[in-house]
């Protein structure tokens, strides 16, 4: 493991007693204790994820939102200043590069993030597509930390740390927004976007921020139950939200159209790489929700039959702590996806009975 990075909160993980896992090429915690424990004070409470594997790369200059229109799938140059979208990056070949946000932080200027093992193919993807734009591109990654606070005591848990002038802005913060706060006294860009399914924030500071931030936001989330949580409780709580996990659900293999993401350039005007692939393109297969009838749980690789028919492949499953009974995303073939289909799902040499659900499996009140 001696070649693979560190976040700059290392130690303290380390300090907290944390076992740690290869992500991408991060050395990253993938749990304190017992992995449900930090799923369950997500969902209860809060948890307190160290993602700063995550990629950073700033776009800037009077051609920025022009330039991310053709370089992404989206429309990026509409978005107002203050808010993100989620987005994908696709090859001329309309594969999945990654799967992204962007924010939109001044006029010209977006902060876009990819995903950890990607971020090296996102730089150079943008790089190669600069042309004709007055656009500079910054890869901020490695000097950038970011850490998330997820669950129903994450609003209260920042309005502690902040200013009171500033506490307004925590609670009309829109999902999907985000603005520059002093939080515990270090200078942070403050999102209220997650990957849990729960209300959160994720907070983007300079590396040698990270330590006094997390230390504050671990101290001020204590009576309120808030834990440190890895990336086992993290990728346990996506599927259960119906996220999909670059890797698994997404990958060159994949277009947006069989992600279900058609409808990001649907009425998109202008060009962009990887139009000419994704126009009126018919999925061949679809992501769709399985749920179990039983208490085995499907994964990554097992093979979905409808009848003797082999329908498609589990791209995640795992049984939900939150929900108690097993779930899984799958590529199926479109005719196969119909909310109620009644599925068997091949696990260890044995068919199991899954039927399609709709997602996301779990979806917190409002």
Do not use: C
Not at 333 to 357: C, S, W
């Amino acid at each position: 493991m001696t070649d693979l990075r560190h976040s700059p909160l290392h130690a303290e993980h380390e300090a907290l007693g944390a076992s740690f896992t290869p992500f991408g090429p991060w050395n990253m915690p993938l749990k304190y204790g017992n992995e449900l424990d930090e799923h369950r004070a997500v969902r209860e409470s809060a948890g307190l994820f160290d993602l700063s594997h995550m990629g950073e790369i700033r776009v800037s200059g009077p051609g920025a939102g022009e330039f991310l229109d053709y370089a992404l799938i989206s429309t990026l140059s509409t978005l107002k200043v203050g808010k993100a979208k989620y987005s994908m990056l696709v090859d001329a070949a309309g594969g999945i590069l990654d799967d992204l946000i962007s924010y939109r932080l001044a006029e010209d200027e977006y902060l876009v993030i990819p995903n950890a093992g990607n971020t090296d193919v996102v730089r150079e993807a943008f790089q190669a597509r600069t042309d004709g734009f007055d656009v500079r591109l910054a890869d901020e990654s490695l000097d950038t930390a970011l850490v998330a606070v997820q669950g129903p005591e994450s609003e209260a848990v920042l309005l502690g740390l902040v200013a009171e002038s500033d506490r307004d802005v925590i609670r009309e913060m829109k999902y999907y927004a985000a603005a520059p706060l002093t939080v515990a006294g270090v200078e942070t860009l403050v999102a209220r976007t997650g990957y849990t399914g729960e209300d959160g924030f994720e907070l983007y500071v300079p590396n040698d921020s990270a330590v006094e931030l997390w230390r504050s936001l671990l101290e001020a989330g204590r009576e309120a139950g808030v834990r440190p949580a890895g990336l086992a409780a993290r990728d346990s709580l996506r599927l259960e939200a119906g996220m999909p996990l670059y890797g698994n659900e997404l990958s060159t293999d994949i277009t947006p159209v069989e992600a279900g993401m058609a409808r990001a350039f649907a009425k998109k005007e202008g060009d962009f790489v990887g139009r000419e692939a994704l126009g009126g393109r018919q999925p061949e297969r679809l992501i769709a929700g399985l749920v179990g009838e039983g208490r085995r749980a499907a994964r990554g690789g097992s093979e979905v039959f409808l009848g003797d028919r082999l329908v498609g492949v589990v791209t995640s499953g795992q049984p939900s702590p939150t929900l108690g009974y097993p779930v899984a995303l799958a590529l199926l073939d479109p005719t196969a996806t119909g909310e109620g289909t009644e599925l068997e799902v091949d696990i260890r040499g044995k068919r199991h009975p899954f039927t399609v659900a709709k997602t996301p499996f779990y979806q917190r009140e409002k």
